[in-house]
């Protein structure tokens, strides 16, 4: 809200293209320095003429003199090379200069006509943000009375389920308790259980044993009346043996008195 507030009173000013004077200096500035260095050169050659009328001096002297006023000349020479060279340049440079000078006036008519444009568009753009605040406003009017609504109902759950959540924690501490218990108890009934095993194992152990026993009782058993029975019929063959025997005997004679 108060970025909306602070862009309806910001004023914004009108976009014109600034630039400073002509880019190079002038003609009339080229053609100054020109003539001074025209007459820097005259001055040369006027001091190389005066060098030669020296007069009076013997050879060493004159061929030193002869070879400063060639040296001179030769410098003069060079100098002009250098200027008529550097002059060339300078030309080229101003050209490229009026050139570019040129283009940048192009270039500050093209700016002003953008910023004027853009002036525009930003005005509409602050009409359409105006407008959109305002929309924004609404919305967010609506958007906060359905959401208070909705923020006292969250709050109002959020306590009922904190009172269920510890009734929660107390149930489940006292069922941990429970099954600490339980787990105790578990722990000694499986310890009678493995000892009711060990127990039965033994008993069956024990069962085995008495049943191999029983068994061998019974072969036994089972040997003993073959045995009785084949001694039985033995006495028989035995009795029937002598039974025949006192059957074919003869009778002894009586004796008569």
């Known amino acids: ?57 013997s050879g060493g002297w004159k061929f030193l003199v002869v070879f400063a006023c060639l040296g001179v000349l030769g410098a003069g020479g060079f100098g002009w090379m250098e200027y008529t060279s550097l002059s060339g340049k300078h030309k080229a440079l101003q050209t490229r200069f009026e ?4 283009r940048l006036s192009n270039t500050d008519e093209s700016v002003t006509q953008s910023g004027a444009a853009l002036q525009i568009k930003l005005g509409r753009q602050g009409d359409e943000l105006k407008k959109h605040w305002k929309e924004i ?10 959401n208070k609504g909705k923020i006292e109902k969250n709050q109002k759950d959020i306590s009922f389920l904190a009172s269920k959540r510890q009734a929660l924690e107390t149930a489940v501490a006292k069922d941990s308790k429970s099954l600490k218990a ?10 009678d ?44 063959q035995i009795n029937q043996k002598i039974y025949a025997l006192e059957q074919n005997a003869p009778v002894p004679a009586t004796s008569t008195n």
């Open 137 to 146: 406003k609404k919305l967010w009017g609506v958007t906060n009375d359905i």
């Open 99 to 102: 050139a570019l000078e040129s």
């Open 182 to 191: 339980l787990s105790g108890n578990y722990l000694g009934i499986s310890a």
């Open 1 to 57: 809200m108060d970025t909306h507030n602070v862009m309806e009173k910001k004023r914004i000013n009108p976009i014109v293209a600034q630039r400073d004077d002509q880019i190079g200096r002038s003609a009339s500035d080229t053609s100054n320095g020109s003539a001074r260095k025209e007459k820097t050169g005259g001055g040369g050659n006027n001091g190389g003429g005066g060098g030669a009328t020296v007069g009076g001096m």
């Open 193 to 236: 259980l493995d000892a009711a095993n060990e127990n039965m194992r033994n008993y069956a152990d024990g069962l085995n044993r008495l049943n191999s026993s029983l068994s061998r009782i019974d072969r036994e058993l089972k040997s003993n009346a073959e045995a009785v029975e084949s001694m039985e019929a033995f006495r028989r």
